[in-house]
């Protein structure tokens, strides 16, 4: 086949579209769907900038093609604010000055966000190994660790 | 963008391995695409047909019993393995392989299967599980049969995988009790790397602690395939592991199992070099984390 329907939860948002097979995961969300959050850095899986949740699993969007999303839920930065609350991640990446051109800041988050879901509050070194698919070009990775830590230690106290 | 190509989403071993006979050169088979997607993003080995043999129940899971010892599914994840409580703790060493591949991203798509039917001598799930001494278990259209992993690689990037078969798992005989395992992987960085060189052990040392009773060596990048290094392996037999200088004098026997290549990431001279100083390095690694009763 060389189009297929897929039925998948993108932020909570329901859709049901008929799409190319090969059509990637990132390339439907952003042309498709209007997504743009998610960026497209490197297309070969080495920056991250495309990182986006299926079903709370961070995957590079660029390296998976729409149709194996089929039945999944998938979360973009988009859909991570409730309303004007922005996320204590996003939050805490203004407050912390963690952003600099900020095109690698959506991927960056999600990646984040999963890691604070899965490990709870992972230490610094933790935190390093499991971002290192996620590329800064403007030599910002202090700052993203610190406030990726930050936020884990707030979230744990809570 | 990936240039068009016609998707199959077999429900079964044998239905994938029908396919994979019928499109031959013209298809590939894909599970987590972490490698195959990234290439054909670039434009080169390009197919007209992909075979998604992820969703086949046989290809599933991770099971585990001590009688049994470990049951991968080709289809299970990288992270899948990272996470498992029984892997960590009986087979760390493939733990310790498996988080260097890639990034948390790559881990949650790219599977054991993937990375073993790839068969990059860089891979980094490879050396681990020819230490434990693993076994493929493959399917084509005339039967299933069962390869030592050490068999399984016939040249650079080739396995012996017919071209109607498929890998369905991977079985880990469980480790003795008592044993120390340790991969050592260099690179010029420490994230998003490709391994230089990859040196996988695993060792069993005698009631006294310290004489070498089983060693078993594998490497990565060293090699048109991966490989074991048998005769550094059988310099071992016997040896005092608690003596560095007896460890360290393998580097004068490695080069005889290794033959690194020239590439454009490093030269087989420097390859060289590295062997015989990390590889004794990783054994003295693997002898101190020995688990003591």
């Given at each position: ?5 897929i ?39 080495e ?66 966000k ?24 403007c ?7 610190k ?12 | ?54 969703k ?32 960590k ?36 799930g ?61 690179g010029?960085?420490?994230a ?13 040392v ?33 040896k ?5 200088q ?48």
């Amino acid at each position: 086949m060389f189009k297929k329907e897929i039925n998948i939860m993108v932020n909570n948002e329901h859709y049901v579209r008929e799409v190319a097979v090969n059509r990637t995961l990132l390339e439907f969300l952003r042309e498709d769907l209007g997504l743009t959050g998610a960026k497209e850095g490197c297309n070969e899986g080495e920056c991250g900038a495309c990182t986006v949740l299926v079903d709370g699993k961070p995957v590079n969007s660029c390296l998976m093609l729409a149709v194996e999303a089929d039945g999944s839920y998938i979360l973009t930065i988009e859909g991570l604010a409730k309303g004007d609350l922005l996320h204590p991640l996003q939050q805490a990446f203004i407050d912390e000055g963690a952003v600099q051109c900020g095109f690698c800041t959506p991927g960056m988050i999600m990646t984040a966000k999963a890691i604070l879901d899965e490990y709870g509050n992972p230490s610094e070194k933790e935190i390093r190994k499991l971002m290192e698919g996620n590329l800064c070009r403007c030599t910002g990775y202090t700052r993203v660790i610190k406030t990726v830590k930050k936020t884990a230690e707030a979230l744990a106290a809570k | 963008m990936i240039a068009r190509f016609d998707y199959h989403v077999p429900a079964s071993l044998d239905e994938a391995c029908a396919l994979k006979k019928e499109y031959g050169n013209t298809g590939i088979v894909v599970a987590g695409g972490s490698d195959v997607y990234a290439k054909m993003h670039l434009g080169d080995h390009l197919y007209d047909h992909v075979i998604d043999i992820k969703k086949i129940e046989d290809m599933q899971g991770i099971r585990w019993s001590e009688t049994e010892g470990l049951s991968l599914g080709a289809a299970v994840t990288h992270h899948e393995i990272e996470r498992h409580p029984v892997i960590k703790e009986r087979y760390d060493v493939l733990v310790q392989g498996v988080r260097t591949i890639g990034s948390l991203q790559v881990r949650n798509r790219g599977t054991i299967g993937g990375n073993i039917c790839t068969a990059a001598p860089s891979a980094d799930g490879i050396g681990p599980l020819l230490v434990l001494d693993a076994s493929c278990v493959i399917h084509g259209l005339g039967g299933e049969r069962t390869v030592p992993l050490k068999d399984f690689f016939t040249g650079p990037k080739q396995t012996v995988l017919a071209d109607d078969e498929v890998l369905v798992r991977v079985t880990v005989p469980t480790p003795a009790p008592s044993y120390g395992g340790a991969y050592f992987k260099y690179g010029r960085r420490n994230a998003m790397e490709i391994a230089l060189l990859g040196i996988s052990v695993y060792l069993e040392v005698a009631d006294d602690g310290k004489t070498c009773s089983a060693m078993r060596i594998a490497l990565g990048t060293s090699a048109p395939i991966p490989i074991r290094a048998q005769k550094t392996e059988a310099y071992y037999i016997g040896k005092d592991l608690s003596d560095r200088q007896v460890v360290e004098a393998a580097s004068s026997i490695i080069l005889e199992d290794a033959s690194p290549r020239n590439s454009w990431r490093a030269d087989g001279e420097f390859r060289r070099s590295l062997l015989k100083l990390l590889v004794p390095r990783t054994v003295r690694t693997a002898y101190g984390a020995l688990t003591r009763e």
